[in-house]
């Protein structure tokens, strides 16, 4: 314990004194509004989709599947957030003083994760539906980089100054400023200096470690176990809510209470339930069609005549009738389909590409 309690001091010593916030959070190009909240969520979208995409391509899919899924995914999960956001606190927008105009002022904040992702996989679906993708294995190559994303959109509370925790002085504490949300930048005093709140804990920044350490370990995961489609998605669900649990418990901005604890740490025991059910569901189902690219054949012969003679003169159909080659009754006979999603069936006995 001794050698614990001296921890904070080693770090005070090599650290800076605090972890500074921000002090202007929108820039202005003309009459462009440049916003940090806004950046931190385009940008993180931008690394999902590529590393969704990266993860598809070493799974058979084609170039650029991921951006047309995505183009579903994301708009069906920013709406899906934002009315998560507002069914939890609505408050400040349908309560007294409140100002409905203020729920379509996304740029300010307030996109809750759970509604993101419920609504986006809904634009997924629709997507993978659209493009041939089986919606497991688009779900699977999609969570490690929805983990980073999340990552870096916290980053976006930073610019904001808010998500943070109780008062600290911790060498890691965070300096956070009075707040103008009108203007998206700290109040400041006579001389022109923002004025400073106070010290707190980092709680935006427990959270984006923990979603990066998440996203590893899905990677992880994925290569060195032999998991069905979907597990992966599923080890995501169950992961996240340890982490945001725990969290959320540390942050001390406002939100409604059910039997004294906060909303999302309800909704964060029920979709880590969910989570459980999704990875011993998806461990019993079968595995989708294996993709192949378009240019692969997807059976021998494929594109011959069946009545072309083999290279010893006989008729190919006499020499499957004496095999059972092609004896359709043969039930250890099965051919590979013409599928016009590029894929061949489980029946086709393709080797699966290892979950990455």
């Known amino acids: 314990m001794s050698l614990l309690a001296g921890v904070p001091a080693a770090l005070g010593a090599v650290l800076p004194a605090d972890i500074p916030s921000p002090s202007v959070g929108v820039w202005h190009l003309g009459p462009l509004p440049i ?60 309560g007294e003083n409140g100002d409905p105009w203020k729920a379509f002022a996304i ?132 992961g996240y809510p340890i982490g945001r649990i725990v969290i959320e418990n540390m942050r001390t901005d406002s939100a409604n209470l059910i039997l004294g604890q906060r909303v999302n740490t309800w909704v964060s025991i029920l979709v880590f339930l969910l989570g459980v059910y999704l990875w011993r569901r998806f461990a019993r189902m079968e595995q989708p069609p294996v993709p192949v690219s378009p240019d692969q054949p997807t059976g021998a012969g494929e594109g011959e005549h069946p009545h072309d003679d083999g290279a010893d003169g006989d008729p190919v159909d006499a020499r499957a009738d004496e095999t059972g080659a092609d004896d359709p009754e043969d039930p250890s006979v099965q051919a590979a389909s013409d599928r016009p999603n590029h894929t061949v069936g489980s029946e086709a006995k393709a080797d699966r590409p290892a979950q990455s």
């Open 107 to 238: 740029y300010e904040g307030g996109l809750g994760i759970w509604g993101a992702v419920a609504l986006g996989a809904v634009g997924a679906w629709i997507g993978c539906r659209k493009n041939g993708v089986a919606f497991r294995d688009f779900v699977d190559a999609a969570a490690p980089g929805l983990a980073i994303a999340q990552a870096m959109g916290r980053f976006g509370n930073w610019f904001n100054n808010e998500i943070y925790g109780a008062p600290t002085d911790l060498p890691w504490r965070l300096r956070i400023y009075e707040w103008d949300t009108s203007v998206g930048r700290a109040v400041v005093d006579a001389q022109g200096n923002p004025v400073v709140k106070g010290y707190f804990h980092p709680t935006f920044l427990y959270e984006a470690i923990w979603c990066l350490l998440l996203a590893a370990f899905l990677i992880w995961l994925g290569r060195h176990r032999r998991l069905q489609a979907g597990q992966v998605f599923a080890a995501y669900v169950m």
């Open 35 to 94: 916003r940090g909240y806004a950046m931190c969520i385009l940008a993180g979208i931008v690394v999902a989709v590529w590393l969704t995409q990266k993860r598809l391509e070493a799974r058979g899919h084609r170039k650029g599947v991921a951006i047309d899924i995505s183009a579903w995914a994301v708009p069906f999960g920013i709406v899906g957030g934002r009315i998560y956001h507002l069914i939890t606190t609505p408050q400040p927008y349908f």
